[in-house]
């Protein structure tokens, strides 16, 4: 990329950051409840009557976010409202702090607490990348009185930088638009590792006057865009670098000729590329209860629902692909034992899925949207592609689901299933439900529940007949797995507890770069955490999370003992606009055999040779905000400090995969600012 070219993009970047500045600069008005007189709203947003008692006495909380833009989740009814705290990097941060990535931001990542794959019917296989989708379960949408945008902007080492936008607005006060966007580029500090991922994800909402027909549109695209080296061809040659430069160190995959660090680069040599395009619409019809309220001469109407008609339509092309333009025959047969008859190598297999839902829901009180009974059955059409071969799937479930959450808030059930009746996935099913138990502000909540998936195994672990080089080893059988679950709130000692058990049977798993196997043995892993927040001053806090795992038995399922996070961090407020956050982060886990990587098929599988065992991660943050403009400063894996023959620097590295390292010393600085029209 020439001079010019990386001037026009550095200018807009500014540019959108110096508009943002502007237009916050113009609003001199807090984000307040818009709603006039004594009309207010209800959490279903109807008009209701406000309670204006004592009314002179009220003061906004400066901690509190702007009643008049909240959103929910896709089919979700709680409503929630926008998060302005600066105290979790990672509430931002598309990387969840118990991810373990292979050393590079966009790379592929895996959850260091156990989480299996529990969705029933057709599954691709391919979930490394998965963090770094927008997908349609994701999706917010808003209820916003005045248009609302968020900018964000992020830079990190090596030329590291993210761009997350989302803007949306009312056009009417039943039509909402939102747009987002997300764009994530990194070199990486070591060969072949450079990254690029876009998001583009379009919903809106759009309900009728009368109240009686409503629908929903969602557009998500991914592309994600990932090279690969393999890792280190020899782990103990990190410590004698002749310029302590990791791109130094030679790669099992890619090569300096191929490799660039130029973070305009976005090209893929050797790696990854998975595309994916969906199209959501959901339509429903009400039949119900018509009302009003008058109030200053203004009515507001009304409207009941009691029975509703739903149909969902949904459609998706998946697109995965693995090549290598430059292979270097020599080190594909010592480190893979795998002999190259071709001078690149391409796999890529396409998936086209079609799904027709329909659905009748009951709500059996008129006062109450969060209690309601759904039925429903869908036909799905799903086509692979991996040439030559193509396999056509067509399958018929059905669904049920039963919510109800209180009107006094104080319970909440959810019981839904999903059973596929005929078709290619006859048999698998899924099943859950859950139970929770307000207790108070000051004593909390408790939470129960149980889930049970039966699955057909994933395309790429099971199907011979994927262009990827993945062999199962037979047969196999549909997975079993069955997870209880508790969870306790408690306000007033500021603690949360979890609690998790799993017992499964005919686990599929890779047992190495090549080949997947089937566990038919019923083996159980048990998962507890706590997470407790200590007052340790007026201004310094610790923020403590502990987590223990043990696997029963001797099941292909490697998972450290120990992960642990603590923040110990001076917060507060001051000069009155300036909310501030700063310390030291740490993560640790316990050594364990770590899941090795293949490349190929972008799979983490199971070994039992090596032990990873590395020090703690040492961060330190500084991060505050001032109105709705916040700042986010890091300086992580502090742990890489190290002394050596050529003196002092960060060149201990930690392993977070059996030869991938991960990053030495990392700067990160990032802003995320808010602002209404």
């Given at each position: 990329?020439?001079?010019?070219?990386?001037?026009?993009y550095t200018g807009f970047i500014l540019f959108l950051l110096m508009h943002s500045f502007f237009a916050l600069a113009q609003i001199n008005r807090p984000l307040l409840d818009t709603s006039r007189g004594n009309i207010g709203?209800?959490?279903?947003?109807?008009?209701?009557?406000?309670?204006?008692?004592?009314?002179?006495?009220?003061?906004?909380?400066?901690?509190?976010?702007?009643?008049?833009?909240?959103f929910r989740y896709f089919d979700s009814t709680q409503v929630r409202k926008l998060d302005s705290s600066i105290g979790d990097f990672y509430a931002r941060f598309p990387i969840p702090y118990y991810y373990a990535d292979l050393g590079n931001f966009g790379s592929a990542a895996h959850s260091l607490i156990?989480?299996?794959?529990?969705?029933?019917?057709?599954?691709?296989?391919?979930?490394?990348?998965?963090?770094?989708?927008?997908?349609?379960?994701n999706t917010k949408f808003f209820q916003t009185t005045r248009p609302?945008?968020?900018?964000?902007?992020?830079?990190?080492?090596?030329?590291?930088?993210?761009?997350?936008?989302?803007?949306?607005?009312?056009?009417?006060?039943?039509?909402?638009f939102t747009f987002e966007f997300r764009f994530i580029n990194s070199p990486g500090a070591f060969k072949s590792q450079n990254t690029s991922h876009n998001n583009i994800r379009v919903n809106t909402f759009y309900q009728g006057k009368n109240k009686r027909?409503?629908?929903?549109?969602?557009?998500?695209?991914?592309k994600l865009r990932s090279a690969e080296n393999g890792g280190l061809q020899d782990d103990n040659k990190l410590d004698s670098l002749s310029l302590n430069d990791p791109f130094e160190a030679e790669t099992r995959l890619g090569s300096s000729a191929t490799s660039s660090r130029n973070f305009f680069n976005t090209n893929i040599t050797t790696g990854n590329s998975y595309n994916e395009s969906t199209f959501f619409f959901r339509?429903?019809?009400?039949?119900?209860?018509?009302?009003?309220?008058?109030?200053?001469?203004?009515?507001?109407?009304?409207?009941?629902?009691?029975?509703?008609?739903?149909?969902?339509?949904?459609?998706?092309?998946?697109?995965?692909?693995?090549?290598?333009?430059?292979?270097?025959?020599?080190?594909?047969?010592?480190?893979?034992?795998?002999?190259?008859?071709?001078?690149?190598?391409?796999?890529?297999?396409?998936?086209?899925?079609?799904?027709?839902?329909?659905?009748?829901?009951?709500?059996?009180?008129?006062?109450?949207?969060?209690?309601?009974?759904?039925?429903?059955?869908?036909?799905?059409?799903?086509?692979?592609?991996?040439?030559?071969?193509?396999?056509?799937?067509?399958?018929?479930?059905?669904?049920?689901?039963?919510?109800?959450?209180?009107?006094?808030?104080?319970?909440d059930i959810i019981a839904k299933g999903q059973f596929y009746a005929t078709g290619d996935y006859a048999g698998d099913y899924s099943a859950f439900i859950s139970l929770k138990k307000l207790l108070g502000k000051r004593d909390g909540s408790f939470e129960v529940g149980f889930q049970n998936v039966n699955r057909t195994p994933s395309f790429v672990a099971s199907q011979v007949i994927s262009s990827f080089p993945a062999f199962p080893d037979g047969d196999f059988k549909k997975e079993n797995i069955s997870r209880l679950f508790a969870d306790i709130e408690i306000p007033s000692l500021a603690l949360t507890l979890t609690g998790e058990y799993y017992?499964?049977?005919?686990?599929?798993?890779?047992?190495?770069?090549?080949?997947?196997?089937?566990?038919?043995?019923?083996?159980?892993?048990?998962?507890?955490?706590?997470?407790?927040?200590f007052r340790l001053g007026k201004h310094w806090i610790w923020f403590a999370e502990l987590h223990v795992q043990q696997a029963a038995g001797n099941p292909p399922v490697n998972v450290p003992f120990i992960f642990t996070r603590n923040r110990i961090a001076f917060e507060g407020n001051f000069y009155k606009n300036l909310f501030l956050s700063t310390g030291i982060e740490t993560r640790y886990y316990s050594a364990y055999k770590a899941d090795n990587y293949s490349p190929f098929s972008a799979q983490f599988f199971f070994q039992d040779q090596q032990t990873i065992t590395n020090r703690p991660d040492i961060n330190a943050f500084f991060n505050f905000r001032i109105k709705s403009f916040k700042g986010f400063l890091r300086l992580e894996n502090l742990n890489t400090l190290a002394n050596s023959d050529k003196g002092i620097g960060f060149t201990h590295y930690n392993f977070t995969a059996p030869h991938y390292p991960a990053r030495s010393m990392w700067f990160r600085f990032g802003i995320w600012w808010s602002f209404v029209n």
């Amino acid at each position: 990329m020439d001079c010019k070219k990386r001037l026009t993009y550095t200018g807009f970047i500014l540019f959108l950051l110096m508009h943002s500045f502007f237009a916050l600069a113009q609003i001199n008005r807090p984000l307040l409840d818009t709603s006039r007189g004594n009309i207010g709203y209800d959490n279903q947003g109807r008009p209701i009557k406000k309670d204006t008692t004592n009314l002179s006495l009220q003061h906004r909380d400066p901690l509190a976010d702007s009643i008049t833009i909240s959103f929910r989740y896709f089919d979700s009814t709680q409503v929630r409202k926008l998060d302005s705290s600066i105290g979790d990097f990672y509430a931002r941060f598309p990387i969840p702090y118990y991810y373990a990535d292979l050393g590079n931001f966009g790379s592929a990542a895996h959850s260091l607490i156990f989480r299996p794959y529990m969705k029933p019917g057709w599954d691709a296989g391919f979930h490394a990348y998965d963090i770094y989708n927008f997908t349609v379960e994701n999706t917010k949408f808003f209820q916003t009185t005045r248009p609302y945008t968020e900018l964000g902007y992020l830079i990190g080492g090596k030329g590291e930088q993210m761009v997350n936008i989302i803007t949306t607005q009312n056009r009417k006060s039943n039509l909402n638009f939102t747009f987002e966007f997300r764009f994530i580029n990194s070199p990486g500090a070591f060969k072949s590792q450079n990254t690029s991922h876009n998001n583009i994800r379009v919903n809106t909402f759009y309900q009728g006057k009368n109240k009686r027909y409503g629908n929903y549109f969602i557009y998500i695209n991914n592309k994600l865009r990932s090279a690969e080296n393999g890792g280190l061809q020899d782990d103990n040659k990190l410590d004698s670098l002749s310029l302590n430069d990791p791109f130094e160190a030679e790669t099992r995959l890619g090569s300096s000729a191929t490799s660039s660090r130029n973070f305009f680069n976005t090209n893929i040599t050797t790696g990854n590329s998975y595309n994916e395009s969906t199209f959501f619409f959901r339509q429903y019809y009400d039949f119900g209860q018509k009302d009003s309220l008058v109030q200053d001469t203004i009515t507001y109407k009304l409207f009941y629902p009691r029975i509703r008609l739903q149909h969902s339509i949904k459609y998706s092309r998946n697109s995965y692909t693995f090549q290598d333009k430059a292979p270097n025959a020599e080190d594909y047969y010592q480190f893979y034992r795998f002999i190259l008859s071709n001078d690149t190598i391409t796999y890529n297999d396409n998936w086209q899925n079609l799904t027709n839902d329909f659905s009748i829901i009951s709500y059996p009180e008129k006062n109450n949207l969060n209690q309601f009974l759904k039925l429903g059955a869908g036909y799905e059409i799903i086509r692979g592609e991996f040439y030559p071969y193509v396999k056509n799937y067509n399958n018929i479930y059905a669904a049920g689901e039963y919510r109800n959450r209180t009107r006094n808030k104080r319970w909440d059930i959810i019981a839904k299933g999903q059973f596929y009746a005929t078709g290619d996935y006859a048999g698998d099913y899924s099943a859950f439900i859950s139970l929770k138990k307000l207790l108070g502000k000051r004593d909390g909540s408790f939470e129960v529940g149980f889930q049970n998936v039966n699955r057909t195994p994933s395309f790429v672990a099971s199907q011979v007949i994927s262009s990827f080089p993945a062999f199962p080893d037979g047969d196999f059988k549909k997975e079993n797995i069955s997870r209880l679950f508790a969870d306790i709130e408690i306000p007033s000692l500021a603690l949360t507890l979890t609690g998790e058990y799993y017992a499964i049977t005919n686990y599929v798993y890779f047992d190495n770069f090549y080949e997947s196997k089937q566990e038919s043995t019923l083996f159980n892993i048990l998962h507890v955490g706590a997470d407790k927040t200590f007052r340790l001053g007026k201004h310094w806090i610790w923020f403590a999370e502990l987590h223990v795992q043990q696997a029963a038995g001797n099941p292909p399922v490697n998972v450290p003992f120990i992960f642990t996070r603590n923040r110990i961090a001076f917060e507060g407020n001051f000069y009155k606009n300036l909310f501030l956050s700063t310390g030291i982060e740490t993560r640790y886990y316990s050594a364990y055999k770590a899941d090795n990587y293949s490349p190929f098929s972008a799979q983490f599988f199971f070994q039992d040779q090596q032990t990873i065992t590395n020090r703690p991660d040492i961060n330190a943050f500084f991060n505050f905000r001032i109105k709705s403009f916040k700042g986010f400063l890091r300086l992580e894996n502090l742990n890489t400090l190290a002394n050596s023959d050529k003196g002092i620097g960060f060149t201990h590295y930690n392993f977070t995969a059996p030869h991938y390292p991960a990053r030495s010393m990392w700067f990160r600085f990032g802003i995320w600012w808010s602002f209404v029209n």
